[in-house]
DNA sequence: TTAAAATGTTAGACGTATCTAACAAATTAA
DNA sequence: TTAATTTGTTAGATACGTCTAACATTTTAA
């Protein structure tokens, strides 16, 4: 006779980096193709799909031959669960531990897989129950819930829209004097003149009327929202 | 063409956790048998068996068949390294996590695979370079040496032999107040009069001259050395 | 609109870590 | 000292996550 093991809801650590990287992949279209989820964790296509026939079986995604992958509620539900653990030990890596914001990554990348609430819980409520990490990105709460789910890049506003600046994704002194520099703060509201194609560089109208132009670079570490 | 992955001294998960409990079991007699090793970490014979030809060849233990299993020096080096992050770990989250004595292995077992020098090097550094972790196991530091490798379970001290309590093992409330009632404390030494082979008890004569008798389960968790 | 290119799938293999069943050696006890 | 018991090993199987080679479908471009 042979039991399963992992028959309830938990995912095998492979598991939970595929569909972390299916829902966020998927975020921008609503699905993700097998190609570009096998350049993300870097193994061939076979082994994506694979994956995929299981993690359909699981219902934590929907996934038909030749179609683009969708992540169901269910899937939804893990990703957001392993992306909280994600940033909140991010936030803790840079704010309790006083790392820097640029090495932290690979280490919350294995801190993620850690099974336990209680150690979640208690970084949670030693850094007051955040709501975005140190590169400025959401922090879903234990229930999956994201607050304000419509931030975005500068780099992605659509043109002639007034968006208002609410965060920055990057906390280094040399990036905040640059933004010093072009007179554009937190809650600070602008005019998405226009977006080059050529190098990503975003044209914006300040409420002062002044016109300025900011690099690609600059733009996609500026979050916004309309 | 197929290149080895792990090529280097690094071990996989799985054999970080076998070297560490070959490690810690032959402490006491300086080798281990299948058995023992199959029960610790909840696997059948045949597993370690493998298991222990694999490490054989990486030269992390020495090993023949019928044989008791030792550990090499290489094998005590990532033993000692695997130690030293979980002892690590679980001070970090007793003393700045401030989570229960208790409720901490689980936890640093998980943290103790963590693949990062810095994360280490950061936690050491919160707690002050520490010497021992909360449970009164001695911390090996990075170069694998370890502070006072004397110290041992009052119970497995020889009889008619004066020792010195230097630790405990156990810091609940209800065990420290029994000490005291014991009249034992940190520093006091004591005559290892007798041990008794039916229930592991031990009869010690105090400074004092008064005999008394702990039980196994108190000796085992007072520190002592000669 | 059809041929070429890109993308995706299937089949079969492999290494890791595990198991069970059968057998072998060592230890213990009669 | 030999038989029983305990302990260890070998052989062969399985699940997981990965690969390559061959084939299939879809998309793009001529």
Redesign the pocket.
Known sequence: M?F?IENDGMG?L??ENYIKSVYSLSQATGEV???ELAKKLQ?????V???MK?LALKKWVVYA??KGIKVTEKGKKEALSIIRRHRLAELFLVNVMKLGWEEVHDIAEQLEHVESNRFYDRIDEMLGYPKFDPHGEPIPDVNGKILNDKRIPLNQAKENVTVKIVAVADDKKSFLDHLNDKGLKIGEKVLVKRKEAYDGSVVLVSKAKVELMITHQVAERILVEE
């Open positions: 042979l399963l095998s492979t598991e193709i097998v190609s193994v061939k296509p076979p082994t799909n694979s994956m299981k031959p030749y």
